[in-house]
């Protein structure tokens, strides 16, 4: 998950689906941009809400179990 300060600009994305097949990065390549980063397998779940009548989204990274291990929530 990368979000470059100073901007509105956050790009979520996830890699494989099996950590067999991940790759492409270095784990330890971690970027100043980076807030989560994780070359694993597993999905992105994403998930829009009201919270106490305020739009509420929700992004998961998800690892191949479906267990969390990154969220972020946006609210307006």
Known sequence: MTHF???NL?????????DKHAG???QEDVRP???FLSVKGG???GKVSHKN???TLTFQ???VDGNVVHKEIFQR
């Open 33 to 35: 941009e980076h807030r």
């Open 53 to 55: 009548g305020m739009p």
């Open 10 to 18: 956050w790009e979520f994305s996830c890699g494989a689906g099996a």
């Open 61 to 63: 990274h998800r690892d």
């Open 5 to 7: 300060k100073g901007t």
């Open 43 to 45: 999905f992105l779940y």
């Open 24 to 26: 492409g990065w270095s």
